[in-house]
């Protein structure tokens, strides 16, 4: 007898992440995906999702309003996406037990912290799109208590769409010397690697063997955007002593960023699986992938 195929919905599937997630997804014939972009599936559109969840085991949510600046002057907006939108997706998948896992942001925290943020923290956004994201969390672990993932993650870069590592790279190859912020830690992390957890995660929540709840999917370690840039000439072949360290100060923004985005990685253990790896390991299966990694 054949086994039946896990099947999967991808929304935001047209984004860095969810391309990642599709493609991830592929890589075995025991899973079947259904890929829906944001013009395929509106999350404000409730009666839209519940016929797009019906008949899917496992919804994958990387859709959002990910305009961080934007947010501040359109609050309303991004919270009807990131906070309306997501408790739409829960209550479609309520209603159909398909189990949820929704992405997250390290910017529900303040950012004040010395330590890495524990996956049960408090939070405390500093920023409209901080506290947005914060209402879809809420509706994730409300309305799905045994079925809904939270997962948090953050500085996140990828083959698809504009980041700070493609970034880098354009600007290197226009500018003798770039200034970059010095005085914010985080955990860079690679959207392919962040998939391969997140797929991993379904599978586990499947057999029964990972608990709902918030996880955060983040790479292991910490720099500075600074350090990451230096991080990327350096692997690249280029020289990273054309990276010069400045202050957030220097680059003022209208939403206000997290000093500290270092995020705690124990409930994986729960759920069967490691934390991911280091961000320079990260990083350097990245640059690998695109061909950009210095063979010196």
């Given at each position: 007898?054949?086994?039946?195929?896990?099947?999967?919905?991808?929304?935001?599937?047209?984004?860095m992440?969810g391309r990642?997630?599709v493609t991830?997804?592929?890589?075995?014939?025991?899973?079947?995906?259904?890929?829906?972009?944001?013009?395929?599936?509106?999350?404000t559109?409730?009666?839209?999702?519940?016929?797009?969840?019906?008949?899917?085991?496992?919804?994958i949510?990387?859709?959002?309003?990910?305009?961080?600046?934007?947010a501040?002057?359109?609050?309303?907006a991004a919270t009807?996406v990131?906070g309306?939108?997501?408790?739409?997706?829960?209550?479609?998948?309520?209603?159909?037990?398909?189990?949820?896992?929704?992405?997250?942001?390290?910017?529900?925290?303040?950012?004040?912290?010395t330590?890495?943020y524990?996956?049960?923290?408090?939070?405390?956004?500093?920023?409209?799109y901080?506290?947005?994201k914060?209402?879809?969390?809420?509706a994730?672990?409300?309305?799905?208590?045994?079925?809904?993932y939270?997962?948090?993650?953050?500085?996140?870069?990828?083959?698809?769409g504009?980041?700070?590592v493609?970034t880098?790279?354009?600007?290197?190859?226009?500018?003798?010397q770039?200034?970059?912020?010095?005085?914010?830690?985080?955990q860079p992390?690679?959207s392919?690697a962040l998939?391969q957890?997140?797929?991993?995660?379904?599978?586990?929540?499947?057999?029964?063997?990972a608990?709902?709840?918030?996880y955060?999917?983040?790479?292991?370690g910490?720099t500075?955007?600074?350090?990451?840039?230096?991080?990327?000439?350096?692997?690249?072949?280029?020289?990273?002593e054309r990276?010069r360290?400045?202050t957030?100060e220097?680059?003022?923004?209208?939403?206000?960023?997290?000093?500290?985005s270092?995020?705690?990685?124990?409930?994986?253990?729960?759920?069967?699986l490691?934390?991911?790896?280091?961000?320079r390991?990260?990083?350097?299966g990245?640059?690998?992938e695109?061909?950009?990694?210095?063979?010196v």
């Amino acid at each position: 007898m054949t086994e039946r195929k896990s099947r999967y919905l991808v929304t935001g599937a047209g984004g860095m992440l969810g391309r990642d997630l599709v493609t991830v997804l592929g890589t075995s014939d025991v899973r079947q995906v259904t890929a829906a972009t944001r013009t395929d599936l509106d999350l404000t559109d409730a009666t839209a999702l519940h016929s797009a969840v019906d008949g899917h085991d496992v919804v994958i949510n990387a859709a959002a309003w990910t305009d961080v600046d934007g947010a501040e002057t359109q609050e309303e907006a991004a919270t009807e996406v990131n906070g309306a939108g997501v408790a739409n997706l829960a209550r479609a998948c309520a209603r159909t037990g398909a189990r949820l896992i929704h992405v997250s942001t390290d910017y529900v925290f303040p950012g004040d912290a010395t330590r890495p943020y524990p996956e049960d923290a408090p939070t405390a956004p500093i920023n409209a799109y901080g506290r947005s994201k914060l209402v879809g969390e809420q509706a994730v672990t409300s309305m799905l208590p045994e079925s809904g993932y939270v997962v948090r993650t953050a500085w996140l870069y990828g083959l698809h769409g504009r980041n700070f590592v493609t970034t880098m790279l354009r600007l290197a190859a226009e500018r003798d010397q770039l200034d970059v912020v010095d005085d914010q830690l985080g955990q860079p992390t690679w959207s392919y690697a962040l998939a391969q957890q997140l797929v991993g995660l379904g599978d586990a929540a499947l057999a029964g063997r990972a608990p709902a709840g918030i996880y955060h999917g983040t790479a292991s370690g910490q720099t500075t955007w600074y350090g990451l840039a230096r991080e990327v000439f350096a692997l690249s072949g280029l020289d990273p002593e054309r990276v010069r360290p400045t202050t957030s100060e220097q680059f003022r923004r209208p939403a206000a960023r997290p000093a500290y985005s270092v995020l705690g990685h124990d409930r994986w253990r729960a759920a069967g699986l490691s934390p991911m790896p280091d961000w320079r390991e990260m990083l350097t299966g990245a640059l690998a992938e695109r061909g950009l990694l210095s063979a010196v």
